[in-house]
């Protein structure tokens, strides 16, 4: 992905959660660059629900995750 085309995502992301849900969401270049990559992972290294990446039981930790992005943020 460009650096425009993720700047448009930013740009695009903090517009609407200002219109739908009223709230600033401020996210960052880095912070999005972040959750894309997170949402490529959810592709190669599944798991049988999506807040099982944030748990830390050993068959189902993704460390890598985790340690990124709180559940809540990326929700």
């Not at 960052?28 to 992972?41: A, H, N, Q, W």
């Not at 290294?45 to 990326?74: G, T």
Request: net charge negative; proline share 3%; with cysteine.
């Amino acid at each position: 992905m460009t650096e425009e085309l993720i700047e448009h995502i930013i740009t695009q992301t903090n517009l609407y959660a200002g219109q739908k849900i009223n709230h600033n969401l401020n996210v960052s270049y880095d912070e999005m660059s972040t959750v894309l990559g997170i949402m490529l992972l959810f592709g190669y290294h599944q798991v049988p629900n999506k807040r099982m990446y944030w748990q830390q039981e050993p068959d189902c930790n993704v460390k890598l995750v985790s340690d990124a992005i709180r559940r809540s943020r990326f929700e």
